[in-house]
């Protein structure tokens, strides 16, 4: 078999059909990220004045505020360290308070923030974030520029 210009052109097609496919296919699983969301989970439940935990069949048992605004990690936080500063704030806002917090549940902790001078909330030493694009009781940011639902 001789190697000329139609079998790279067939070549091209094909990987473009294949990539279009997955991006397709992507956009439909972003567009379906809330169509499941229950409040009834079967393990690690909890709830308390700052985190509850929900329950989104693609993501699993996750944490939101009593509200049900999803909480997100980062995965270049480190323990009682954040690493969202600027304008990654734009877009995954702290859960933070004014007030130094106290008598707070298991699990939770937070970290006085170097920018804004408040108190933002962490579970197990990381710490919560918002999503921007999200509306109550969504969790399109998970997966996104590095940033996961919580877990409990």
Request: charged content about 15%; proline content about 5%.
């Amino acid at each position: 078999m001789k190697w000329d210009n139609r079998w790279f052109v067939v070549i091209i097609v094909v990987v473009f059909v294949v990539a279009a496919g997955t991006l397709i296919i992507e956009g439909q699983h972003k567009k379906t990220t809330t169509a499941t969301n229950s409040s009834s989970n079967k393990t690690n439940i909890i709830n308390n004045s700052i985190v509850v935990t929900k329950y989104n069949s693609l993501v699993g048992n996750y944490l939101a505020t009593p509200s049900d605004q999803t909480l997100y990690e980062y995965n270049r936080d480190r323990n009682n360290y954040s690493s969202c500063y600027g304008a990654c704030l734009t877009i995954w806002p702290p859960y933070e308070v004014a007030k130094q917090p106290t008598k707070l549940p298991a699990n939770i902790g937070y970290i006085k923030r170097s920018d804004t001078g408040e108190y933002q909330y962490t579970f197990k030493g990381l710490p919560l974030y918002f999503y921007s694009a999200d509306k109550t009781g969504q969790v399109n940011g998970n997966s996104v520029a590095g940033f996961f639902v919580a877990k409990p």
